[in-house]
């Protein structure tokens, strides 16, 4: 995942550096191991019922870095549900405005090589709407419609 966004928002002619889920600060490191744990217990629920397979206790063992026991049956409850659901919100909040601020940084410094490539207000306020939170494009802030 990180080296898609790295590609995707790469100045241009350049590698990139973005990482949507960096190792640092410790906080993004923890939320990346948990977004990773979750993708395997949804693995688990949906492709084996729910059944924890030796295959999937091999890989959650590494990921938990604990014993996980196999043939075992998951039954999430409904506060598992809503922790998850906040998680998983929390983490699109923060995805979303980390990739909305490089972007808007990415098109600073296009425009700033081709000033005639685009109109910073109009770009400001496209992904500014696109995002749902103001970002500012070589000097032009967006704003959000009433």
Do not use: C
């Amino acid at each position: 995942m990180n080296d898609r966004f790295r590609r995707l928002l790469a100045s241009p002619f350049e590698t990139g550096n973005f990482l949507l889920f960096p190792k640092q600060p410790q906080a993004e490191r923890e939320r990346y191991d948990t977004l990773s744990i979750v993708w395997q217990l949804r693995h688990t629920i949906v492709h084996n019922v729910g059944v924890i397979t030796q295959s999937d206790a091999v890989k959650l063992r590494l990921l938990v870095r604990a014993a996980v026991p196999s043939m075992q049956v998951l039954a999430p409850t409904r506060d598992d549900i809503r922790y998850l659901k906040r998680f998983l919100d929390e983490t699109a909040d923060r995805s979303n405005r980390r990739v909305g601020e490089r972007l808007a940084e990415l098109l600073t410094a296009i425009r700033t090589v081709d000033p005639g490539l685009f109109v910073p207000q109009e770009t400001a306020d496209g992904v500014t709407r696109t995002f749902g939170f103001g970002l500012a494009v070589a000097g032009a802030a967006g704003t959000l419609p009433p």
